[in-house]
């Protein structure tokens, strides 16, 4: 297994978040102590923790926790099937969705990169960019 990173974002309500992770970006739940409100998600096999603020367990912030969190950050979320994913996530919670579902060209040294992409922001604030990669036509 090769390095990685796995973020760990706090959330106002870790129910709240696990509804959203789980029922409408179709997380998987690798592991959870509810005791300390803590979550270990999947989706493609990329990683992901949340863990609820309202715990006694030790927190790491630098400052204070003001909504909406995750200003200045978004994750780009590469997918298998976004068209799937933002269906989903568009009837199940429509208002989640930050960016619309959409094809973008990037240029990258000297080829150019499609990706299908859209962007879903979750009850605390955080960014979600899901990507696809797709042949330049």
């Not at 040294?109 to 042949?135: H, M, S, W």
Request: aromatic fraction near 14%.
């Amino acid at each position: 297994m090769g390095l990685r990173v796995v973020p760990e974002l706090y959330c106002i309500d870790i129910n709240e978040s696990k509804y959203f992770y789980v029922d409408v970006l179709g997380f998987s739940i690798k592991y959870e102590r509810p005791e300390e409100q803590f979550l270990f998600l999947t989706l493609d096999g990329v990683d992901l923790m949340l863990e609820g603020l309202n715990t006694s367990e030790r927190h790491w912030l630098t400052g204070n926790m003001e909504a909406p969190f995750g200003r200045g950050v978004n994750f780009q979320w590469d997918t298998i099937n976004i068209e799937k994913l933002y269906q989903r996530v568009q009837s199940i919670s429509p208002n989640s969705i930050y960016m619309e579902l959409e094809t973008k060209t990037y240029e990258c040294n000297d080829q150019l990169a499609v990706q299908k992409q859209f962007i879903a922001q979750d009850p605390n604030g955080y960014l979600f960019r899901f990507c696809e990669d797709t042949l330049p036509s």
